[in-house]
């Protein structure tokens, strides 16, 4: 197709304001997809994304569209992730693109996460078109929203969309729209190719699939590429596009979007953000701009229930790396916990997301020690050194300074929640930064946080607090010094590593007493008196003991406020006859389940 008969776009929104389901009207009114066969989200593939209603992968789907002026255009619909841990996964699918479909939910208005895509689209320079999406509902305000975009966005009032993506309501005015306002996309056919990846997954017959935005030049079938950040090449065993299903074409030239099968076995020879070009033209052109290395944010061990699965999570993880260059692990040894792995993930998001495959697809029970970030730990003597895991945190006297990863945060909520939503960013460490009204009753609040406190249950405190009309929205701040110290527990003198944690120094005393009265609860007495103490450096910080063993064992031991995790410990009843060995001290794993879980 000629450059001006194409359009490339991807649909921008928070969290279920409609997205998906305007993917699927463009799709069906487009005739690229049946009716019947939409009935199964077509855009969402992957199981646990149908069920968190969220996508988790980017996917590109052509359509042809015969506008009114009469002429047929290819239009590539890009779709994006749609939590922010994939943030950077949403850039690059942008850059493949000249425009974006901005939906808005006309019952709710401006959120946390329409503002993040905003700013994303508008670094990528895209046009953008504003849909007022659910027109249909008998809450919605479409004139009250239409004016939230003019007065926070700036794009004036009579250019917004109203429509009902789920009624069909106003599908051809976006595809013209789409036609009229979003330009063609440029490039040079006659230059060497150059073409973005900005998603990629591996398939067990073809290998890494890659889904490329081609900018300049043209591929086609059997000729070798190279991948100048991965610094690999192949020979493209197939290229075509989504229609939805996999279309063999054998070539794509400058504008397309499409896909090529590589024969890589592993996407990390593949990285999305990479720009692929063909081998004789390495070292004389231009890198597209944009690629960044995957770097994990949250980290976690991760360790099989029953120690006989070892060699399975080991294989599991391998294969969910097939598919995710951002997840790393490695293997580690804990005392109390055996044999397991070290895991970083790009968010909490990604972590459960990892944790849930584990759990369904692979069929393994598995154990997560409390999620942490990287630290930065300057030495006495000025050597710097990362530190993830709690256990591997230099003793006291040998550290100079900490830091610790921040992020910026901003929250829309009705004006009603301010106070609590600064009383709990304040007990979260958060340093208010600004407070703008959005409207008479609805405000945005930003903050700078640590990221180690955003992680643990922040999220959940904030939609409760605001029965759910608070949104969040994140990202990386940057590196900041902060007075931490590491909290030891000690069993019987003997520190359980698992349970090490890195924390504020304010809260470490509060922490301490309560994991203390817990484990002193979880542990069964043993014939001797086992004292549990938490420690900061030598300092003891607090202190239970479990007594020594007389006849009313067990009794009450296992009861508590366990709601996480209790289906997982429901099923591992067997798990009470496996113990641990810490200080001579006969744990049995339950008992660190049951800490872990209670976070
Ligand atoms: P996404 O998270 O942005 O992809 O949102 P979805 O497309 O999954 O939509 C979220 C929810 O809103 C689903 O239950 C949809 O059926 C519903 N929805 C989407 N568009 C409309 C609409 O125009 N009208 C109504 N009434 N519901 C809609
Ligand atoms: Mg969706």
């Given at each position: 197709t000629d450059l001006a008969h194409i359009r490339n776009f991807c649909i921008i929104a928070h969290i279920d304001h409609g997205k998906s389901t305007l993917a699927d009207r463009l799709l069906e009114f487009t005739g690229t997809v049946s009716k019947r066969e939409l009935m199964q989200q077509t855009l969402d593939q992957m199981e646990l994304e149908r069920e968190k209603g969220i996508t988790i992968k980017a996917q590109a789907v052509r359509m042809r569209y015969k506008a009114l002026n009469g002429e047929e255009y290819e239009l590539n619909l890009i779709d994006t992730p749609g939590?922010?841990?994939?943030t950077y996964e949403v850039s690059r699918s942008l850059a493949a693109c000249e425009g974006a479909l901005l939906v808005v939910d006309s019952t709710q208005g401006i959120e946390a996460q329409t503002l993040a895509n905003l700013y994303l689209a508008l670094e990528a320079n895209l046009d953008l078109i504003p849909v007022i999406n659910?027109?249909?509902?008998?809450?919605?305000?479409p004139e009250r929203v239409r004016q939230e975009v003019e007065d926070v966005i700036g794009i004036p009032k009579e250019d917004c969309i109203l429509a009902s993506a789920k009624e069909g309501i106003g599908t051809q005015d976006i595809l013209e729209a789409i036609i009229k306002n979003i330009p063609p996309p440029k490039g040079d056919l006659n230059a060497p190719l150059r073409a973005l990846v900005f998603d990629s997954h591996y398939d067990a017959y073809k290998g890494v699939i890659a889904y490329l935005r081609v900018m300049d030049g043209s591929l086609k079938v059997n000729e070798r590429i190279a991948l100048i950040a991965s610094e690999s090449s192949a020979e493209i065993l197939e290229a075509g596009y989504f229609h939805p299903k996999m279309t063999s074409v054998g070539e794509l030239t400058t504008g397309e979007v499409g896909y090529i099968a590589t024969g890589f076995k592993n996407v990390k020879d593949c990285r999305v953000g990479d720009t692929v070009t063909v081998p004789s033209a390495l070292g004389t052109i231009q890198p597209l701009a944009g690629y960044e290395p995957a770097k994990p944010m949250v980290f976690a061990g991760i360790y099989p229930?029953?120690?006989?699965?070892y060699p399975e999570l080991r294989e599991a993880l391998d294969r969910l790396k097939l598919n995710d260059a951002a997840l790393f692990y490695e293997p580690e040894t804990s005392n109390a916990l055996g044999f397991g792995f070290r895991c970083g993930f790009l968010g909490l998001l990604h972590m459960e997301i990892i944790q849930e495959r584990l759990e369904r697809e692979y069929n393994l029970d598995i154990l997560a020690t409390a999620p942490s970030v990287a630290y930065h730990v300057t030495k006495m003597g000025g050597e710097v050194i990362e530190v993830d895991n709690p256990s591997e945190m230099p003793s006291f006297g040998e550290i100079e300074k900490i830091e610790e990863p921040t992020m910026d945060i901003s929250i829309f909520t009705p004006s009603r929640y301010i106070g609590t939503i600064m009383d709990l960013v304040t007990t979260r460490r958060g340093i208010y930064k600004d407070l703008k009204y959005i409207e008479a009753e609805r405000v945005l609040l930003t903050y700078t946080m640590p990221l180690a406190e955003l992680i643990i249950d922040f999220y959940d405190q904030l939609k409760s607090r605001t029965q759910g009309y608070a949104s969040l929205d994140y990202s990386f701040a940057g590196y900041l010094e902060a007075d931490l110290v590491k909290l030891d527990i000690l069993v019987n003198a003997f520190p359980v590593d698992a349970l090490s944690l890195i924390m504020h120094k304010d809260n470490a005393y509060y922490q301490g007493r309560a994991l203390v009265e817990k484990l002193q609860k979880l542990i069964p007495r043993q014939m001797f008196e086992v004292p549990i103490q938490a420690a900061i450096g030598s300092r003891v910080v607090a202190r239970e003991t479990v007594r020594a063993m007389r006849k009313d064992v067990l009794a009450k031991c296992y009861g508590g406020d366990i709601s996480r995790k209790r289906k997982l410990l429901e099923k591992q009843k067997e798990g009470k006859k496996r113990m641990k060995m810490v200080g001579s001290v006969e744990i049995p794993q339950e008992a660190f389940m049951a800490i872990l879980s209670l976070g």
């Open positions: 939590h922010v841990d994939f659910k027109i249909d509902l008998p809450s919605a305000e229930v029953d120690s006989n699965d």
